[in-house]
C-alpha cells in the first residue's frame, strides 16, 4: 500500500528545519516525508484489529516532525521509519466505525494496566513505551511496529479502539483525539480553580488545541471565566462561539486578564491575574508571557508541545507558579469527584458542539505537500484542522 | 499691526496648503473653486511690560478689592493654578503661571501671609513630573514650597481631602479640594488659551473630584454642548459648570480669579514657517519645509516626538485681569476673540484638518490614537462660534498618522480603552454606561493616577466624550495617512491620500463638495454666520 513515512535521515531533517522557516511546502518536499509502498502492519497479536482510514488530521506534533524541529528527546520513544498519523477515524475489518485512541498504553504492549480500566495514557512510569512486544513509540503514528494513519490500514489494539455511534459523521470524528487532548488540559486547571466562584482562565492560541480546550472549559469546568488570546478572525469568531467570555489578540490577552482580576501590573507581569493559564502554542515567548499574566500560586497548563525554550523562572520561582504539561488523555477526575474517559468526553463534545465545523479542508494523500502546507499556515489561511482523506474517492457520474 | 484673520478662496495658483501629520507635515492641492482656507489672525503684540501688568491686575482688579486689601495674617491663603496641559507648545520661561504667582507670593509675603498652599488644577489629569513643574513655576517657587508639602498636586480621588460645598438645583454635587474649600482665600491662576477655558471651569473642574466631575464629563452632556468656543448657552457643558459656579460663590471660599490670555506666536525658528500663509512662504521657507520633512521622514519617531515636545513657544501675554471669577472672564473671553476670531461666511460639506504631534492630554507623550480623535472631533471641530464649519450630515477629514502607540506610563487605561471598549462600541453615551463604572473603579489606574503620572483611569472616556458632538454631526470622518485598522477601531474611515479621501467623501457629499481647511496653527475660532 502507499502511505506516507518518515525515516531519521539526518541530512532531510536539518534541510526541512532550514526550510520550513521558508516554504513550508519545499520543507515537506526536501524533508524526511516520503510516499511510500509498504506491505501493511502485521498485527502483533491476539486483541489487535486492522483499521482502515477514513480521515486522518494532521497535528502540530506531526509537522514538527516532517519539518525537523521536534526535540531529540523523542529519539527513544519513537521507532524509525514510522507512519504519522494519530488524529484518525476508520472502520475495522467488521465494519464498525471508530476513533482511536492512540498512546500505546500497557495493555497494548502486554503489561499489566497501572489499574483496573486504566486508560492507555494512565501510568506513572513510561518503561512499556520503550519495552514489551512492539517497537518503541509513544503512539499510534509514531511506532514502526502499527503503521499510522496516514496509510490505508494501519493496527490498534483494543484497548485503543472507541466505536463511534452512527449519527456521528467522520468528519466529527477525526477531531475526537485533539479534542481529547483540549478537554484533558482544561480539567489539569481544575485542582487550582475547581471550587472557585468565578475563576479566570487565560487561554492563549486558538488554533485546534487552543480550540478544544475552550470547549473543554466551557463543558467541564462549571463557572470559568475564559479570556482567550487568538491571532485570526475565524479564531476568535470560533473562540467565542465555543464558549470563550472574551477574545482578544494575543498580545491584548495579558491587559484583558488584568481588567477581568483586577490586578495591578508591576513591571511586565500581574501583580494577580489568571487562576490558570493554558498555553496552546509553547514557545519561549509564549510561555513567559503566561508565566506573567498567570497569578502567584497558579498553574500554567502547557499544552502545545515545546522544543527548547529559554525562559526566565524567576518569576515562577518567586509566584509558585506550577508549570505543567499536557500531553494526552487517559482517565480524568471530575469536579464531582467521579472519573470519566477523556476520550467519551471528547466524543460526546465533537458530536454536541458541531466539531466538524473546525475541520477546513481534506487533502488526498497524493496531495501531501499541499496538505502539510496548508496545515503549517492553517491560521493565516483562515482555516482550523487539515486532515488527510482516505476513504474511496466518489465515482463520477457517467453522462 | 498684525493683520486679521483670513478667508482664502482657493484658485488654480492658490499654492499646496500646509497639514500637520502628527510629527511631521504635508502640503496639500485643495480643489480650486470650491475650497477654502481659514487663517488665523497673525499673533498680537505682547504686552510690554508684562511684570507691571500683573501688578496693575492685583492692585486694581474688577469688581473686587485689591489683592493686598484681601491678604491678612494668619489667613489660609491657597493658590491654585493651571496645570501643563496649556499652553501648547509649552511657554519659553519665565512662564505665565510663575510671574503671576510669584506676584501674588510677594503680597502675601508682605501681609505677612505664611499658611499658603499651592496646588495645581490637575482635576483628571495626569500630575506633573518635577521638570514640569519647575518649568510653569520656576526654581525660586518650587524649592520653596514643594519641599515644605506646601506645593503639590489636587488629588481627585484622596477623599480625606475632599469637600462637598452642595448641590445644585439639577442635584449636581459641587466637591472639590479640601484645603481650597476651607481656605480663607482661593487666589486661582489661569492661562486661557481657549474659549472653553476659565472662568468657573478652572476650580469646578481643576479641584473637582471624579463624582462632581461625572456631572458634566459625560457622553450625553458632551453631546449636547453644541458650542465650546461660542456662546455659554450652547454649551451643555458649560451651562452646568456653571451652576455649580453658583455654588461655589454661595458655599465656597473667598475667589480671586485671575485670568491670562496669550498671543499665537506658537513655533520658533525654523518651525515659524507652519504659521505662515503658504503663497507667502519664501524659498528659505520653502527649504526649511523640505528639509525639514525629508528629515522626519528619516527620524525615529520617538525623537521626532522628543524635538517636538522640547520646542517653547514664544507666545507672551496679550492680557491679564483679575477679580470676581464672572466679569474676569467676560473681559479674558474679549482678548480671545479679540486675537483669534475669524468671521467666516456659511458651512461647506467637507471640512478638513491636519491633527498635530500634541493636544492637551499629551504633553511630552504620545499622540495615541484616542487623543487624534479628541484633538480632530473634540478641539479642532469645535473651533466655531454660532455653527460648525462643516454642515450636518458632512464630512471631516483629518490628516495623522493615527499609530497604534500609547504612552504607558502617562496613558495607561487609555490602551486598556482601545483593546476593551472600542471594540465593543464607539458611541460615548452607551460606553459611559456600559464601561466607565469599570475604569473609575480600577485600582490600578487608582494608584497610577495618584502615585504615578497617569491620567485618570476614566480619562480615555473624557477624551471620546470630548469628540461627541463632532462624531454625532459629521457623516462620516477620514483619517488620511492613518493606519487602517487602528483608523476602523475609531469607526473612522482610513484613505492613503488627500485625493482619495475626497473620492471616499463623494458617497456622503456628492462629486463636487464644498471644502473647509481650517488652518493649524495657530488657534482661532470661527465666527460662522
Known amino acids: 500500500m502507499k502511505a506516507l513515512q518518515v525515516d531519521k535521515k539526518l541530512a532531510k531533517l536539518g534541510m526541512a528545519r532550514m526550510l520550513s522557516a521558508i516554504s513550508p511546502a519545499a520543507a515537506v518536499r526536501m524533508g524526511p516525508l516520503e510516499m511510500v509502498t509498504i506491505d501493511p502492519p502485521a498485527l502483533p497479536g491476539p486483541g489487535w484489529y486492522r483499521v482502515h482510514t477514513h480521515l486522518a488530521g494532521i497535528c502540530g506534533s506531526d509537522l514538527a516532525t516532517v519539518e525537523g524541529h521536534a526535540s531529540a528527546y523523542f529519539d527513544d520513544w519513537v521507532s524509525f521509519p514510522f507512519v504519522p498519523g494519530h488524529e484518525v477515524v476508520g472502520h475495522l475489518d467488521d465494519g464498525r466505525r471508530v476513533v482511536i485512541e492512540p498512546v500505546l498504553g500497557h495493555a497494548a504492549r502486554g503489561f499489566e494496566p497501572p489499574f483496573e480500566g486504566a486508560a492507555p495514557g494512565d501510568g506513572n512510569d513510561y518503561a512499556h513505551l520503550a519495552t514489551g512486544h512492539l517497537e518503541p513509540g509513544i503512539q499510534i503514528g509514531f511506532c514502526n511496529s502499527t503503521c499510522g494513519g496516514w496509510a490505508p490500514q494501519f493496527v490498534a489494539h483494543d484497548s485503543q479502539i472507541h466505536e463511534i455511534p452512527d449519527t456521528m459523521s467522520d468528519e466529527q470524528a477525526v477531531l475526537v483525539e485533539p479534542a481529547a487532548g483540549g478537554i484533558h488540559a482544561a480539567l489539569l486547571t481544575l485542582p487550582i480553580v475547581g471550587g472557585a466562584e468565578r475563576p479566570v482562565v487565560a487561554v492563549l492560541g486558538a488554533g485546534t488545541m487552543g480550540l478544544c480546550a475552550i470547549a473543554g472549559l466551557r463543558r467541564y469546568v462549571p463557572g470559568v471565566q475564559i479570556i482567550v488570546g487568538a491571532r485570526y478572525p475565524h479564531q476568535q469568531s470560533l473562540a467565542t462561539a465555543l464558549g470563550a467570555d472574551t477574545v482578544v489578540k494575543p498580545d491584548e490577552l495579558a491587559r484583558a486578564v488584568r481588567r477581568a482580576t483586577s490586578s495591578h501590573m508591576v513591571g511586565d507581569h500581574l501583580s494577580g491575574g489568571a487562576d490558570a493559564t493554558i498555553d496552546a502554542v509553547a514557545t519561549s515567548d509564549s510561555i513567559a508571557d503566561c508565566l506573567r499574566f498567570t497569578r502567584p500560586r497558579g498553574r500554567v497548563v502547557l499544552m502545545g508541545m515545546p522544543a527548547q525554550v529559554s525562559v526566565d523562572l524567576t518569576g515562577l520561582w518567586h509566584r509558585e507558579t506550577q508549570l505543567v504539561g499536557a500531553y494526552t488523555y487517559g482517565t480524568e477526575t471530575m469536579l464531582d469527584g467521579s472519573r470519566r474517559r477523556t476520550f467519551d468526553l471528547a466524543i460526546e463534545t465533537a458530536q454536541q458542539l458541531g466539531f466538524e465545523r473546525l475541520l477546513s479542508a481534506t487533502y488526498r494523500l497524493d496531495d501531501h505537500d499541499d496538505a502539510i502546507a496548508h496545515a503549517a499556515a492553517a491560521g493565516r489561511r483562515g482555516a482550523v484542522k487539515i486532515a488527510f482523506d482516505l476513504r474511496p474517492a466518489p465515482k463520477k457520474e457517467s453522462a | 499691526m498684525p493683520r486679521p484673520g483670513f478667508v482664502l478662496e482657493v484658485d488654480r495658483s492658490t499654492p499646496p496648503i500646509l497639514f500637520w501629520r502628527g510629527e511631521n507635515f504635508s502640503l496639500e492641492k485643495l480643489p480650486a473653486g470650491r475650497s477654502r482656507v481659514i487663517y488665523p489672525p497673525e499673533p498680537l503684540k505682547a504686552i510690554d511690560d508684562i511684570d507691571s501688568a500683573i501688578t496693575h491686575a492685583l492692585l486694581n482688579p474688577i469688581d473686587q478689592d485689591p489683592l493686598p486689601a484681601l491678604l491678612l495674617p494668619g489667613m489660609r491663603l491657597t493658590i491654585c493654578f493651571d496645570d501643563v496641559s496649556l499652553p501648547l507648545p509649552k511657554m519659553q520661561q519665565p512662564d505665565t503661571r510663575q510671574r503671576v504667582i510669584e506676584a501674588v507670593l510677594d503680597m502675601a509675603a508682605e501681609a505677612g501671609v505664611d499658611d499658603v ?381 488627500m485625493d482619495d479621501a475626497f473620492e471616499i467623501a463623494t458617497d456622503v457629499v456628492g462629486r463636487a463638495p464644498t471644502i473647509t481647511h481650517l488652518h493649524v496653527p495657530s488657534l482661532l475660532v470661527a465666527d460662522v454666520s
Not at chain 2, 218 to 232: D, I, K
Request: with cysteine.
Open chain 2, 117 to 497: 498652599h499651592i496646588i495645581a488644577a490637575l482635576g483628571l489629569h495626569r500630575r506633573m513630573h518635577e521638570y514640569e513643574m519647575r518649568h510653569a513655576l520656576g526654581d525660586r517657587i518650587y524649592d520653596a514650597f514643594h519641599p515644605r508639602g506646601m506645593l503639590y498636586q489636587h488629588d481627585a480621588e484622596d477623599h480625606d481631602n475632599l469637600a462637598v460645598l452642595g448641590t445644585t438645583d439639577h442635584g449636581e454635587v459641587l466637591e472639590i479640594n479640601k484645603r481650597a474649600a476651607e481656605s480663607d482665600l482661593v487666589v486661582y491662576v489661569n492661562i486661557n488659551s481657549v474659549p472653553m477655558d476659565g472662568g468657573w471651569k478652572s476650580i469646578c473642574t481643576g479641584l473637582a473630584s471624579y463624582r462632581c466631575l461625572s456631572h458634566h464629563h459625560n457622553g450625553e452632556t458632551l453631546q449636547n454642548t453644541r458650542s465650546m468656543s461660542g456662546h455659554r448657552k450652547h454649551s451643555a457643558l458649560h451651562t452646568s459648570i456653571w451652576r455649580m459656579g453658583q455654588v461655589l460663590q454661595e458655599n465656597g471660599p473667598k475667589l480671586f480669579q485671575i485670568e491670562t490670555t496669550l498671543n499665537t506666536d506658537m513655533f520658533p525658528k525654523p518651525f515659524d514657517f507652519i504659521a505662515k500663509r503658504e503663497w507667502e512662504w519664501t524659498g528659505r521657507d520653502r527649504a526649511t519645509y523640505l528639509a525639514t520633512t525629508k528629515s522626519l521622514n528619516r527620524t525615529p519617531l520617538r525623537i521626532a516626538r522628543k524635538i517636538f515636545h522640547n520646542i517653547e513657544a514664544p507666545h507672551q501675554m496679550t492680557s491679564i485681569q483679575a477679580g470676581e471669577t464672572e466679569a474676569v472672564h467676560a473681559l479674558t473671553l474679549e482678548h480671545v476673540y479679540r486675537q483669534q476670531l475669524v468671521p467666516v461666511e456659511g458651512q461647506t460639506d467637507i471640512l478638513t484638518m491636519g491633527i498635530p504631534y500634541v493636544c492637551p492630554y499629551n504633553p511630552d507623550s504620545v499622540m495615541n490614537p484616542i487623543l487624534v480623535m479628541c484633538m480632530g472631533l473634540g478641539y479642532l471641530f469645535n473651533m466655531y462660534r454660532n455653527k460648525p464649519l462643516v454642515r450636518q450630515g458632512g464630512v471631516i477629514i483629518m490628516t495623522h498618522p493615527t499609530y497604534r502607540d500609547f504612552h504607558p506610563v502617562h496613558h495607561p487605561s487609555y490602551i486598556d480603552f482601545f483593546e476593551q471598549v472600542l471594540p465593543d462600541t464607539t458611541d460615548p453615551v452607551v460606553m459611559g454606561h456600559k464601561w466607565e463604572r469599570q475604569y473609575a473603579e480600577d485600582e490600578w489606574y487608582r494608584h497610577l493616577y495618584r502615585t504615578g503620572n497617569a491620567y485618570h483611569g476614566v480619562h480615555p472616556f473624557y477624551a471620546w466624550y470630548w469628540g461627541a458632538h463632532g462624531q454625532q454631526h459629521a457623516g462620516k470622518v477620514i483619517i488620511v495617512g492613518g493606519d487602517a485598522p487602528t483608523v476602523r477601531r475609531l469607526g473612522f474611515t482610513p484613505a492613503s491620500t
